[in-house]
């Protein structure tokens, strides 16, 4: 059941202004469907920069969307709570998604998001066998892999998942700490590597396969510990990410994500495909929380300041709560008796 919406006469007024214009509505549906720029805006809406820009200002001050900052560019999101932004969603599900306008708006935000993810994936391919080199150019991997292991600890897990496994690195890393581990990416040259490493290292307690990390073939409930490697900078909707894993730990289970903290090199968008300059402390916890896990442990690891590139890789570590469904069904049931 939807949540009950209780907002004063002028406010309801308030909102409806706000959204009561065709362009601004169409905003509002493209953004409750992921962040966008104002050049992804303006590409699909066909409109100029400044008329883009100005009804983007004043959804902002009606507190109907946010806007975050990433280097040089500036995404905007549909807000996720307010009474507000609840009148607003009822108002778009009365939409008909068959308009032609509104369908038409989304066909081009389909395409554009297959575009990024095409870019990236060519990206990719061409570097699958390097992909371990050019991971390099921030604190050294050997420093970011003794803190994931001294993060993670020494007690033995009976199931490791691995999502965007690249080169099976973290495989490898995690042998003999588990007992069975899946790696799992959509680049079929990245998942050819890393068996090739895997065999090479003689790693027979782990496999790779081809699936989408937000939508993988796998059972939920099932993995005591799941890690994201330097993967989340890569995606379009990186909390869409963490939900997926959120959704695969076992109770009790705990999720490591490794990447780098907020930056201002703008290159790598462009000779690195970066979709995100990193993230913030705030907005990962945010992304945690909404996941349904506890954070439990943040590391920050800075270069030495005689390196050349100022990246500074975090590790977060979660927790997935221990009570499982069928413990809190036991335990109600045990209270009615």
Do not use: C
């Not at 200002?57 to 975050?68: F, N, P, Q, V, W």
Request: hydrophobic content about 45%; overall charge negative; cysteine-free.
């Amino acid at each position: 059941m939807a949540s009950e919406i209780r907002l004063r006469l002028e406010e309801v007024v308030d909102v409806l202004k706000a959204a009561g214009e065709p362009t601004r509505l169409r905003l509002l549906a493209l953004l409750a469907a992921g962040d966008l720029t104002v050049t992804d805006l303006t590409e699909i809406l066909g409109q100029s920069q400044p008329r883009i820009s100005r009804h983007l200002k004043l959804l902002t001050e009606a507190a109907l969307i946010d806007r975050y900052q990433e280097g040089a560019w500036a995404y905007f999101r549909l807000r996720g709570q307010g009474d507000g932004v609840g009148l607003i969603r009822q108002v778009l599900d009365a939409a008909d998604k068959d308009d032609a306008v509104l369908a038409r708006d989304s066909e081009r935000l389909t395409a554009l998001k297959q575009a990024r993810s095409d870019r990236a994936q060519a990206y990719f391919s061409r570097n699958a066998a390097e992909w371990d080199a050019m991971r390099r150019f921030h604190v050294s991997e050997a420093e970011v892999e003794a803190a994931l292991v001294a993060a993670v600890g020494p007690e033995p897990v009976e199931s490791l998942l691995d999502l965007g496994t690249g080169t099976g690195r973290i495989l490898q890393l995690f042998q003999g700490l588990y007992q069975t581990a899946t790696g799992v990416d959509a680049s079929r040259d990245m998942l050819a590597v890393a068996r090739a490493n895997l065999d090479r290292t003689g790693v027979s307690t782990a496999s790779v396969r081809h699936g989408d990390i937000f939508n993988l073939p796998l059972d939920g409930r099932q993995f005591d510990l799941v890690t994201i490697h330097q993967v989340l900078h890569f995606l379009e909707a990186p909390e869409a990410a963490i939900e997926e894993a959120a959704r695969l730990l076992a109770p009790g289970g705990r999720l490591a994500i490794v990447d780098l903290a907020p930056h201002m090199l703008e290159h790598l968008r462009q000779d690195h495909a970066h979709l995100r300059l990193g993230f913030s402390h705030q907005v990962m916890g945010e992304w945690l929380e909404t996941a349904g896990l506890s954070v439990q442990r943040v590391i920050d690891l800075s270069p030495k300041a005689a390196q050349e590139t100022p990246l500074t890789v975090t590790i977060w570590i979660a927790v997935k709560p221990a009570d499982s469904s069928a413990e809190q069904t036991r335990r109600l049931a045990a209270g009615a008796r």
